[in-house]
């Protein structure tokens, strides 16, 4: 990367804008790679900030690593929905920190405000586009509750395809296994508006519980509690693209 002005570095990240964040800088809150720089001109390789012992920049006390895009998994929990401008429930941008905001971020694909587990955002445009489109047909796993109790046929029923109002051909699942009598694992490649609930309707059942854990080959981490969230690193965003 070709080298950048500290409060560039900073900008870029989410601290504020270019006045803000010269003034961190002359207020002596910023180091880099250990040592305290109060002059916001002064040139860094932002490529080498890479989170590294001793490579990294920190505002305060906390350390933070220079990151040219933002991906970011987050444990959704239940009550929350996917909008910068919520109608009855709180915004899962509320959950993020205010540099993640500062930077653009947006959910790719959403997740019902009842409906918890892995959703991923990001500040790429690109990135976005590609893991949200429809075309790309990225397999997601569902652990579904159901109302009542079924046996193999139900999930028998939901691959060979269902009936769906306004849908001029039947919807299957990818995959449908059933773990118990009302829990049953589910993989669509579709994002079709409340997708499982309907789907599940049709087969003559009710969703009581919905929880995504799986989006292409990446499984939701199980150290995140509902509301947390984690950068992506490479080895995830591999694990995204590698569902073959």
Request: hydrophobic share 35%; charged share 20%.
């Given at each position: 990367?070709?080298?950048?002005?500290?409060?560039?570095?900073?900008?870029?990240?989410?601290?504020?804008?270019?006045?803000?964040?010269?003034?961190?800088?002359?207020?002596?809150?910023?180091?880099?790679?250990?040592?305290?720089?109060?002059?916001?001109?002064?040139d860094?390789?932002?490529?080498?900030?890479?989170?590294?012992?001793?490579?990294?920049?920190?505002?305060?006390?906390?350390v933070?690593?220079?990151?040219?895009?933002?991906?970011?998994?987050?444990?959704?929990?239940?009550?929350?929905?996917?909008?910068?401008?919520?109608?009855?429930?709180?915004?899962?941008?509320?959950?993020?920190?205010?540099?993640?905001?500062?930077?653009?971020?947006?959910?790719?694909?959403?997740?019902?405000?009842?409906?918890?587990?892995?959703?991923?955002?990001?500040?790429?445009?690109?990135?976005?586009?590609?893991?949200?489109?429809?075309?790309?047909?990225?397999?997601?796993l569902?652990?579904?509750?159901?109302?009542?109790?079924?046996?193999?046929?139900?999930?028998?029923?939901?691959?060979?395809?269902?009936?769906?109002?306004?849908?001029?051909?039947?919807?299957?699942?990818?995959a449908?296994?059933?773990?118990?009598?009302t829990?049953?694992?589910?993989?669509?490649?579709?994002?079709?508006?409340?997708?499982?609930k309907?789907?599940?309707?049709?087969?003559?059942?009710?969703?009581?519980?919905?929880?995504?854990?799986?989006?292409?080959?990446?499984?939701?981490?199980?150290?995140?509690?509902?509301?947390?969230?984690r950068?992506?690193?490479?080895?995830?965003?591999?694990?995204?693209?590698?569902?073959?």
């Amino acid at each position: 990367m070709q080298p950048m002005q500290l409060e560039r570095i900073l900008h870029a990240q989410g601290f504020g804008s270019r006045k803000e964040c010269r003034s961190l800088i002359r207020a002596g809150h910023v180091s880099v790679a250990g040592t305290p720089c109060e002059d916001p001109y002064a040139d860094f390789d932002p490529g080498s900030l890479d989170g590294s012992p001793g490579l990294a920049f920190s505002v305060g006390d906390e350390v933070w690593r220079f990151r040219a895009r933002a991906y970011v998994m987050l444990h959704k929990p239940s009550g929350y929905e996917c909008s910068q401008k919520p109608t009855f429930h709180p915004s899962v941008f509320t959950l993020l920190p205010p540099q993640l905001l500062a930077r653009g971020v947006q959910c790719i694909g959403r997740l019902d405000q009842d409906t918890t587990g892995l959703l991923l955002l990001s500040d790429d445009g690109q990135f976005i586009h590609q893991w949200s489109s429809g075309k790309k047909r990225t397999p997601k796993l569902y652990e579904v509750t159901l109302k009542h109790p079924v046996d193999e046929t139900f999930a028998a029923k939901l691959v060979a395809g269902v009936e769906l109002h306004d849908e001029p051909a039947p919807i299957a699942a990818t995959a449908c296994e059933l773990t118990s009598p009302t829990t049953l694992l589910m993989t669509l490649c579709e994002g079709k508006y409340h997708q499982v609930k309907r789907m599940v309707g049709a087969a003559g059942n009710r969703v009581e519980a919905l929880h995504r854990s799986r989006v292409g080959g990446l499984t939701l981490d199980p150290a995140l509690a509902p509301g947390q969230w984690r950068w992506l690193e490479s080895a995830d965003l591999q694990q995204l693209a590698d569902y073959a």
